[in-house]
């Protein structure tokens, strides 16, 4: 039977929305002010401006899966204050940053008090609704995410033009505050049985290295590095192969590597990964042939782009009541159906050079579908893990991300390259026609993926239900 949301859970969920939506903001918004950080900062160096961004990342993408763990064994609510204050902090000392040295060591904080806020909202929102509310709050919550990162870019540039780059960081002071103060007041108290419960030191340890080498792996293929990428993602397997050795011999693993034999966790696991390839890996190929080749300032990029964040926004809200009716499967199944058929349309627009504003219905539909297909991920993620494990479910839904948006720009990127080869050369190509090429190829890439998608979620997925035999027992 559906009970209403009690106040108190409609307060949790403006928290923890506000809460979250600081941290995506903060992913996007700092690169519209990179160069006048570079102007402003002593020592500033390309290297250092790219690590003022990378930083962030990797931190968080390192560290959201032991985060969740954590969060798991000493409770959700202390780490998500206290995360919540470091975050804060953090960005105080980001706009006093005296050199570039500094700011950059400060958004390594901020990423990793970013990875303990984010990894311990999912089990905080699970606390405040049950199972019939729950997909709903996460459409709500995820929505607004989307929203907040769609508008970063446009609220940073308002900044840096009426009070410079350091008002980025000093804005999130009372926005923190005012998060931490009503959080002390509504969210629920962690358990004895939570607080009281050990931890996997040695595991959280190897994970974080694994993640951390994997990311360096992706970072150094996209530079060139092919050495060094070799380095570190042979490093991270050794690890990794380590950690897999350890968690058989542990009671209460970091990662419970049977979690993967439930086979809605796996399906929804894989899709955060084809999601991200998508939606993160194709938008800087997308943008380059929008102002490189049709030539289009950065303002009327951001106002084509538009429709995608609203339709994202759309499109979870919808897929939210969806799950009312229909299972989360067949939600995302129908959603990567239209991701396919966008990304097709998409290809064919580009390697016909159409106007720019005939990608406008193309980019709603997008949106609309790549809202559908995200607002399940954690709704499922919760559902069929035991209680016990929803901060490490939602973890490594958490840590998939970054990954996906990594790969997807090293493999999108490596197409592209190889389609703008063809058309290069002696009497080459003018750069519509060639940048149209490489970006048509990108999408008809980025096609095949949300096709493949499309199988995982109809034949992995399955409806998220507590009572299942699925979300009851982790198998070991």
């Known amino acids: 039977m559906k009970t209403a949301a009690s106040p108190s859970s409609a307060w949790t969920l403006a928290v923890l929305v506000i809460a979250a939506a600081l941290m995506a903001v903060d992913l ?12 402003d900062l002593p020592g500033a160096t390309l290297v250092g401006l790219q690590w003022v961004v990378v930083g962030y990342t990797l931190a968080f993408g390192t560290l959201v899966l032991p985060a969740a763990s954590l969060g798991d064994r000493i409770g959700a609510r202390t780490m998500f204050l206290w995360g919540v204050v470091v975050f804060t902090v953090a960005s ?62 446009v609220l940073g540039g308002f900044l840096v033009e009426t009070a410079g780059w350091r008002s ?16 002390v007041r509504v969210l629920s108290p962690d358990t004895r049985r939570a607080r009281g419960a050990g931890f996997d030191w040695t595991g959280a340890v190897l994970v974080a290295l694994v993640l951390l080498l994997v990311n360096l792996g992706l970072t150094a293929a996209q530079d060139g590095g092919s050495w060094w990428a070799a380095v570190w993602t042979g490093s991270a397997a050794a690890f990794a192969l380590g950690y897999a050795l350890h968690q058989r011999r542990t009671a209460l693993p970091v ?55 609203v339709g994202t926004v759309v499109g979870a809200l919808a897929a939210g009541k969806a799950q009312a009716r229909f299972s989360a499967g067949s939600v995302m199944t129908f959603g990567f159906v239209f991701l396919t058929a966008g990304g097709a349309v998409f290809a064919w ?79 080459a190509a003018p750069a519509l026609t060639a940048l149209g090429q490489a970006t048509g190829t990108v999408y008809a890439v980025i096609a095949a993926v949300c096709l493949l998608g499309v199988f995982v979620a109809a034949f992995l997925v399955r409806t998220p239900n507590h009572a299942s035999p699925e979300s009851t027992s982790v198998p070991r």
């Open 28 to 39: 996007t918004i700092v690169a519209v002010a990179l160069p006048q950080i570079g102007a």
């Open 92 to 153: 105080l000392l980001c706009g006093l940053a005296w050199d570039l040295t500094s700011l950059v060591a400060f958004r390594l904080v901020k990423g990793a008090a970013a990875a303990v806020v984010s990894a311990n909202v999912m089990p905080l929102l699970s606390r405040a609704y049950d199972e019939d509310r729950r997909p709903m709050a996460i459409a709500v919550w995820t929505a607004s995410l989307m929203a907040a990162a769609t508008l970063a870019p």
């Open 168 to 183: 980025m960081f000093l804005v999130n002071l009372p926005i923190g505050t005012a998060a931490l103060l009503v959080g």
């Open 255 to 309: 990662l419970d590597l049977a979690l993967f034999r439930i086979r809605s966790f796996l399906g929804v696991t894989v899709l955060a990964v084809l999601t991200r390839v998508g939606l993160i890996g194709g938008t800087v190929y997308f943008v380059l042939n929008l102002q490189d080749g049709h030539g289009l300032n950065p303002l009327e990029t951001g106002l084509l782009i538009l429709p995608v964040g």
């Open 349 to 427: 627009q580009a390697w016909n050079a159409h106007d720019p504003l005939w990608y406008l219905p193309t980019m709603a539909l997008w949106g609309l579908a790549n809202g559908a297909v995200n607002a399940p991920l954690m709704a499922v993620a919760t559902a069929v893990v035991p209680a016990e494990r929803v901060g490490m479910a939602t973890g490594v839904v958490n840590s998939s991300f970054p990954l996906g948006a990594a790969v997807g720009t090293l493999g999108l990127g490596a197409a592209f390259t190889a389609s703008l080869s063809t058309v290069g050369g002696p009497g």
